[in-house]
């Protein structure tokens, strides 16, 4: 047996438990049944021997009564203190030193077990009757100790039936209750062994167990989801990444032919050549950068802390407007807790794609209660692609000619994410598209707020936000 299963251990458990209680419970029952045949035998003894003392004098005799199997039906004797012959009736009664100090002394009568003379054991009354003088009553009482014999037998049998009845039921139970947990063991083992994450345990009922199991089929589903996204990640990356290094690859050995055949290239082809090389450094860098911000977990973000989102949102407009874009805000207060770094470039990557898309007009920004959008005056977009503008290395069809590879928007919907938020883009009214990403927070740093939580992000709501 392997005590260290828990099934073995649960089995112990319940059989240990059950005999405790037979125990107690045939230790109560054997008392009992001693303490009622006791006080029938005590209530037979009463204290009479005063009242019957002249009698109990013309009966009684200087020689007890021939020994029995179990003494007589009863045995009577007077005892002195001064150690004076002995007066009998029935069976001879050994006397102890309380029987003598009894005599002489008086007080309460003592009620004990003893033995007669030739060793029968005997329930005995001993009480003051005068000056010196005590009476000893007895009732025999070996067949009331065979039976509490007996009955000590029977009630050992019983017990040790129970405990191996207690313990067949705990191995019973702790196979039935511990069926699930033995599947739940043996798919963790078998994912261990295989890396099958499509593994399911099926689910029944709502208990604890079955809990178990449907996070564990939660906790498998997400994790092969990630493994998924890990490796569509990893294939895109490549796909992504072959072009701008073909590229580079393919200048560099023109670059290397010229200086290892002595052919010197024209300066202007020279110039673009190293300008293009420069250019695909640049795409390359910037695509590597972007997959080392989707790369990272959810929980690998910096500090969440409350900053002014509105400074943010100036702070990525001007990078913005550095870069050649026109850009015109309309910005009032709004404070949000998360990290200013990761919500600066959500909000430059939606400028910089506004402005990619319409780079003869101008991107109007707006921050009004918590509600940041972002609009452009160009084409807009095609119905069916709005929804996949927010997916890792998608690129619409007509901007494919464009720079970019296809994770601004990606990395936008990531940040907002991990602040409690919410970003979508949809063609606005009039032409171009708009941008919309719903933060909460509050209109003043320090207000009264409730404190929420989401995906291990501490995030403050004011009354206001409860109202919108």
Not at 49 to 55: G, I, K, R, V
Not at 120 to 143: E, K, Q, Y
Not at 259 to 264: A, C, N, V
Request: charged share 20%; proline share 6%; hydrophobic share 40%.
């Amino acid at each position: 047996m392997n005590w260290r299963s828990l099934r073995t251990r649960l089995t112990f458990l319940v059989a240990a438990a059950v005999a405790l209680a037979i125990a107690i419970s045939a230790g109560a029952c054997f008392m009992i049944v001693r303490k009622q045949l006791y006080d029938q035998v005590d209530r037979e003894l009463k204290p009479k021997a005063s009242s019957s003392l002249p009698w109990l004098m013309e009966k009684c005799g200087p020689d007890p009564a021939p020994a029995g199997p179990y003494g007589p039906p009863q045995s009577t004797q007077i005892i002195y203190s001064d150690g004076r012959p002995t007066c009998y009736y029935g069976f001879a009664l050994k006397v102890t030193p309380d029987d003598i100090q009894i005599a002489r002394e008086g007080g309460r009568p003592h009620m004990h077990n003893g033995v007669a003379e030739d060793g029968s054991p005997m329930r005995i009354l001993t009480i003051n009757v005068g000056p010196g003088m005590a009476v000893m009553d007895a009732r025999p009482i070996g067949h009331l100790q065979d039976t509490l014999r007996n009955v000590a037998m029977l009630l050992g049998f019983v017990s040790a039936l129970g405990v191996l009845g207690a313990a067949t039921a705990g191995l019973l139970i702790a196979r039935t209750a511990l069926r699930p947990v033995g599947r739940l063991t043996h798919a963790v083992e078998h994912i261990a062994q295989t890396e099958d994450l499509d593994t399911r345990i099926p689910v029944k009922g709502n208990d604890e167990i079955a809990r178990l199991s449907s996070s564990f089929n939660a906790m498998t589903t997400a994790l092969a989801g990630s493994r998924e996204r890990q490796k569509q990640l990893v294939a895109d990356a490549g796909h992504e990444l072959r072009t701008p290094l073909t590229t580079l690859r393919t200048n560099i050995d023109l670059l290397l032919r010229s200086e290892q055949t002595g052919r010197s290239l024209d300066p202007d082809a020279k110039r673009r050549l190293l300008v293009n090389v420069k250019a695909q450094f640049a795409e390359l860098s910037t695509l590597v950068a972007d997959l080392l911000q989707l790369a990272r977990g959810d929980t690998e973000h910096e500090p969440h802390v409350e900053l002014p989102f509105h400074e943010v949102v100036t702070a990525a407009v001007e990078r913005a407007r550095l870069r050649g874009a026109e850009v015109v805000t309309d910005l009032t207060p709004w404070y949000v807790v998360g990290s200013a770094a990761s919500l600066e470039r959500a909000v430059l990557n939606l400028i910089d794609n506004a402005a990619k898309f319409s780079p003869d007009s101008q991107v109007d920004v707006s921050l009004k209660d918590g509600r940041l959008t972002v609009r452009d005056h160009g084409p807009g977009l095609p119905e069916e692609e709005l929804p996949h503008v927010f997916e890792r290395f998608w690129r619409s069809p007509s901007a494919r000619g464009l720079p970019g590879s296809g994770l601004g928007l990606a990395i936008v919907a990531q940040s907002v994410q991990e602040a409690g938020g919410k970003v979508s883009l949809a063609n606005a009214p009039g032409g171009g598209a708009i941008a919309t990403m719903d933060l909460p927070g509050t209109l003043s740093r320090g207000s009264e707020s409730e404190t929420l939580e989401s995906s291990g992000t501490l995030i403050r709501t004011s009354e206001s936000d409860k109202s919108r």
